[in-house]
């Protein structure tokens, strides 16, 4: 499986931007970076996802790095319930199209 | 268009009994994932599977369990003999067109969490 790694946890303070990296140095050209979160007690919500370029949609912006080896998820502004597990992922095809996931970050959002 | 439904949320079993649990996918998707969440535990795949195929079930344990996706009506997981170490919370997803070149995102329904006692 082609591993990322995430830090363990982080916290924010409630309306401000939060960056979240990740780490994929073994990424090939053709894997897909996704990013799931995981709410308290909820299945996991589709965040976003990016090949090469950065993308951005309502939840949240994805930054790419030029070699592609790393990559940071932002929330713009971070609210009570952005409170997750966030994880980023590489999907690719030899897997099957299933996602692998790892043990992600841990966000704390403080009001 | 409702999302991923799974029934029931919570299900208690006996060792021994039988869990079935349901999977209806979102309107459209034939595409069907099962993964399973143990106590203070990241997500493992367990299943994919198609309309009346089983694609890859790498992730499933060799004995007790199995999935189907019949034609019609919901996607099945069913876990024979339960023992304690089967509790966990077990997600279903479900997505449009998961290969590439660009593959469409996976939808999670809420999961059933399965108590054994």
């Known amino acids: 499986d082609a591993k990322t790694t995430q830090p363990n946890s982080m916290e924010s303070n409630e309306e401000e931007p939060v960056h979240l990296p990740c780490n994929h140095s073994?990424?090939?050209?053709?894997?897909?970076i996704h990013w799931y979160r995981q709410l308290p007690s909820q299945g996991p919500e589709y965040v976003i996802h990016g090949l090469t370029s950065n993308v951005n949609n309502r939840m949240a912006s994805l930054a790419i790095a030029e070699d592609r080896k790393s990559s940071t998820l932002i929330l713009h502004r971070a609210t009570l319930r952005d409170a997750a597990v966030y994880y980023c992922i590489l999907y690719r095809m030899e897997y099957g199209n299933k996602l692998v996931f790892g043990a992600g970050t841990i966000l704390r959002v403080k009001s | 268009n409702a999302g991923v439904m799974q029934n029931p949320r919570h299900l208690v079993r006996r060792r021994g009994q039988e869990a079935r649990l349901r999977c209806s996918p979102m309107?459209?998707?034939?595409?069907v994932y099962w993964y399973r969440q143990l106590p203070e535990e990241g997500l493992k795949f367990m299943v994919y599977?198609?309309?009346?195929?089983?694609?890859?079930e790498s992730g499933m344990p060799k004995e007790r369990f199995s999935a189907e996706f019949p034609k019609e009506g919901p996607s099945i997981l069913r876990i024979q003999q339960v023992v304690r170490g089967d509790s966990a919370a077990y997600f279903c997803?479900?997505?449009?067109?998961?290969?590439?070149?660009?593959?469409?995102?996976?939808?999670f329904g809420q999961g059933t969490r399965l108590t054994v006692v």
């Open positions: 997803a479900s997505s449009q067109r998961p290969g590439q070149p660009n593959p469409t995102e996976a939808f």
């Open positions: 599977l198609q309309k009346e195929n089983i694609i890859d």
């Open positions: 309107k459209g998707h034939s595409h």
């Open positions: 073994t990424i090939s050209g053709t894997d897909y």
